[in-house]
């Protein structure tokens, strides 16, 4: 009952607005596991840091709410291009500011069981998942006049906390509110290292309720009111 | 303003801590004053209430686990040359001062609560290696050290005590200073006269003060009193290595040494301290503790420790000579030039140079010697001028004729009533004979019988002796006519005596002689001499009764000697009345003498003589260094008046005597009745070798001799691989002090060569007892040890290397709970105005106040426990550690910085992980707080057994840990 109050209050609090650190975060985790003494403390920074970017991480994936994109310069020759280490989702793809679609290498193969070896201006990407680190495109660009430059807008990781002073989720002002959030998966892993399931399910569920909360606020349009809403 | 949002959100855990979750446990741990330290058995095996380790800490200090205080240098300035200080004691002088007594580096000092430390004038140049021990008693403090000579003081003053033997431990008992340890008898105890530490000398039957000695165990069984451990329940206690003895009685004549144990001694006498009423002390099975009449060993928990320290105190070796047979193992009848052999019967037990000595009190003893005008037979055993027959005088039958020129007889018929019958001179009325001589003695009628048979009849004799004789009456009648000179008087009933001057016949008057107590129912011996100075002496039993001086007649008087009859007719008869006449000289010359003493030293020469006013009697000796050709010295006189008091100046073997008799009056002569001439030799002895294999360093060179007058002992040493090497006389020896370190390498075998210089043979000069010690494995500093608030403190190292200094301590605190001490330096230990002071050992020259402060001098000092390998009542589950917490008191002086640091080590590891540090000023308020110790995930926590090792080093206290607590969660069992 006591931890409800607790998570209840912070509720309450969750419009509040100002970037919380990684230090303060894993300050606060340490306030939920009664592990908050300067000098003698059960679990190391380290854990609890590597516990609060776990949290950030399982926010991102599942929010996917941090956007982020990357433009590179079709090559002669190459189809397949790198994409950034933090990227989870493409979300969209233009080439010379003009959108192409996603096909995966099934329905490329539907097309033409030779798509491969073709070459002309790009005019699908691909994602290889034995690869997922690489964008592909078909056909591939050989001619100079297939040459373009290709704009990828992806979901993105949040930069891992590594120092005190980093704010989660890339410090994006409008994810701040939820930055204390993380404070309750670090708690919530240190429950479990400490067996105190009772403590850990309270603090997963708090982290539950305002991860979900943030999926909905990140999406949200207060101002866009269509009479109709298609499928995002 | 979020984070303080979530904090207040949190309070109620932040305030109240953690509840345990469903599976954890937690466990008190009991107070650790209930046992203390236990090093002996296994750290998994002992309560949880014992701790592994327990250093710099008390237990009964206020029931926690409290951090010692610290040490501050009590004497700013060092003691004089600045070396450690071995020896501290009370002295309470008998004007009420209290003092300290210190012995630093070769001096004695005092110090009186000033800080100071000031010299003993005269008490300084003292062995610096050797260790003293002093008592007080008697108003002065009496010390030795087995090597200088004992001494007592009283701070401003000291005093020489070389009649106390040379012992090296001492105590006090019944108001008299004992001393055991003594060179030669290492199981003896000494005892001064009561009430008097400076009367040392034995007395037999002697009286209840006298002093005493006592044999504990013999001589010879290896035995050596380690302590003199002081009067503990009316009893003094004794120690030896491996026994303990208590003398108990009120004086000499019941004292009564009981044996209390055969198995348990004492290890160190320094070691020695009552607690409790409970003596305490190191012996060689740990430390003991005597209450009442039960021994125990108390320091079984702590027994790993404790036999470090009786392991490492080595083993001192000793050779000891002090019997006849142990003597006579070395060679001791050889000589050397110049040095002679040396006895070992002449005083069994002791090594002497070796004499000679002569006596002449028989008649053969004269008899053997040339004499001449000597008689031997007169009086049995003694010489005298031999009488000239033809000179001698003797009235018989009254009928002997005309006298000599020297004698003249002026009346010798009888008159006056007297007639001779039957060979003697009966008288009716009186009957006298008178003589004249130049000066001279009249006396040896020998053989003469006078008696009558009326009463009334009194004697008047001069010039004779008169013995066995009777008289009965008292009147008197002496007989003289027409003559000058001098007779004497008695009366019969010896009532009145007198000397009398007479003139033409007639008395002159009488000078009265003292009441001569006689009853003349009993012989007498009357004598009346007269010299040339007209001293007229009267001697009845050879005591002066009176005497006269008269000058008038001093040629050629008349003496009168006769008997007379008061009245009445009656029988007096004597006769063979000897007037004996010795010649001017005579002498004796003795045989030839062999000293068998090629360096002879004349001794006294003794004689018993009886030489009357006249008389001379001359002594002479003379020397030859052979006899087949001798050439004799000249003739020495050894003449004094006093016997014994002329030496006889001899150093030829071979020595002869002549004794010279005179007289310059023939009817006496001087009679020489035992002369006694003596010698001794300078003593050369070298004893068997000493085994010393197996020595790790030389201890003190200890004889125990006795030396008068000039004589001296010289010692030399000399080590080697060999017996052979080290006995010989050409070995190169090294002059060794006596009662002195062994100024040599250490080696395997030692020789010991003893020269003994005698002045005279009076002087006494004898090597009683020898001990040679050494060490025998490496050996610490001894311990030392106090008792001081109810807890007894021994300081002590287990370093043997050289140098090494006592750094540590064990207590044993008043509920006789262990725990230790570390970079603590003593040396010494006194309790002195309710306050613990020690001895630096290391060489600074300061004394420490013990037990002030929070600091040891400015250094810091550890604080530290350490559990049990504790199983939580269930060894074989495995458990993880979630928490510890700490009962604390937070700091006293606002701004410390006091970090304890708490540990854990797993199953019995000596690994140890950390759960950090608590600040003791992390108290909201100032006070007793709670500190939690969560185990740090990151770190091994599981366990079958745990341990905590709680510690602080530095110069911040006090600490105070009332309690730990352990949660854990059980996993499973193995």
Known sequence: ?232 | MKRLIIALALWPSVCFGQNLSQDEKEYNYPPFRNCGLVTRWASNAIPPECLQTANNVYFDEDLSVYRRRGYGEYNATPCTDEKAIKGMWNYNAVDGQRYIVLFSSQSFFWTKNQGDCNPIVGLDNLNASAEYECVQTLGQLWCVNGIDVPFSTTVSTFTLQPNIPMGTKIGTFRNRVMVADISGEPSRIRLSGEGDGTDWTLKIPGVSTSPSSISISGLENGKKVIALMGQYQNAYHIGLEDELWALSGNDRRDFVLRQISSQIGVKDSRSVREKDNCLVWLSNRGIERRCGTTTERASDPVRTIIDGVIRSAGNTRSKTYDTQAEWETGLYQTQLPNQGPTSTTIYPGSVVPSTWGHVNTEASDWNNGTLINIDSTTIDGSILIGKSTTTSRLFADFSYGVLTSTWTQTSISPFGGCSIVSNSAKCTYSIGIFANIDNGEFYGVYDTTISWTTPGVSFSASNAVIRDFTITSNSYGPIYSLKNGYSYSFSSVGTSAGISKFKNGSSLGQTSCSNTGLSYSSPIYARLVINKSGIISYFINNTLVCSMTDTEYSSAPYFGVGIGYGGGVDTISFDNIKFPEYSNSSNWVSPVFDTYLSTPIGGPYYFDEYVPVGSTVTYQVRESSTTTLPTWSDWVNVSTTTSGEFRVPLIKRYWQEKISLETSYSTQTPVVNMTYLEATTTGYYIGDCINSSGITSWGNFRPNSILTGGSNISYAINGGSSCNQVTRSTATWITQNANAPIATSTSNYLGVRVFETPVTTTDTLRLDGLTVEWNEGSERPPVASAVYRDRYYMFYTTNTAAGSVNDKAVVLDMNNIWSTIDDVYAYSAVIYDNQLYTGDSRDTGHMHLQDIGIDDDGSSFSFHIKTSDYDFGNPVEKKKLKRVYLMLKSEEVTGQNIDINVKYSINGSTTQYTLNSVDLNEAVETGYFVAKFPAINEQASTFNWINFDISYDGTQGPINLYGIKAIYSPIRME
């Not at chain 1, 079709?74 to 192409?100: C, E, K, N, Q």
């Not at chain 1, 993105?156 to 120092?163: D, E, F, P, R, V």
Request: charge should be neutral; aromatic fraction near 12%.
């Open chain 1, 1 to 232: 009952m006591k931890m409800l109050f607790k998570v209840s209050l912070l509720l309450l609090l969750a419009g509040q607005a100002s970037a919380s650190t990684l230090s303060e975060l894993r300050a606060d985790a340490r306030s939920l596991i009664t592990d908050a003494h300067s000098t003698r403390e059960r679990f190391s920074d380290s854990e609890l840091n590597a516990w609060i970017n776990e949290g950030q991480k399982v926010v991102d994936v599942k929010t996917l709410c941090n956007y982020k994109s990357t433009v590179f310069p079709l090559v002669s020759g190459t189809t397949y291009y790198s994409l950034p280490s933090d990227f989870i989702y493409i979300r969209r793809v233009t080439r010379d500011a003009l959108s192409i679609q996603e096909m995966t290498p099934a329905g490329l193969d539907g097309r033409s069981a030779e798509w491969e070896n073709q070459s002309g201006l790009p005019t699908y990407y691909f994602l290889n998942f034995s690869s997922r680190t690489k964008i592909g495109f078909a056909p591939f660009p050989n001619a100079t006049s297939d040459l373009a430059t290709i704009k990828v807008e992806y979901i993105s990781q949040s930069t891992a906390l590594t120092n005190d002073t980093d704010v989660p989720f890339n410090a994006i002002s409008e994810f701040l509110p939820f930055n204390y959030i993380l404070t309750y998966y670090g708690a919530y892993k240190a429950s479990i290292v400490d067996e105190r399931y009772d403590k850990a399910k309270v603090f997963l569920d708090s982290f539950n309720v305002m991860s979900d909360l943030m999926k909905v606020r990140c999406v949200e349009r207060i101002n866009y009111l269509p009479s109709a809403i298609g499928k995002q």
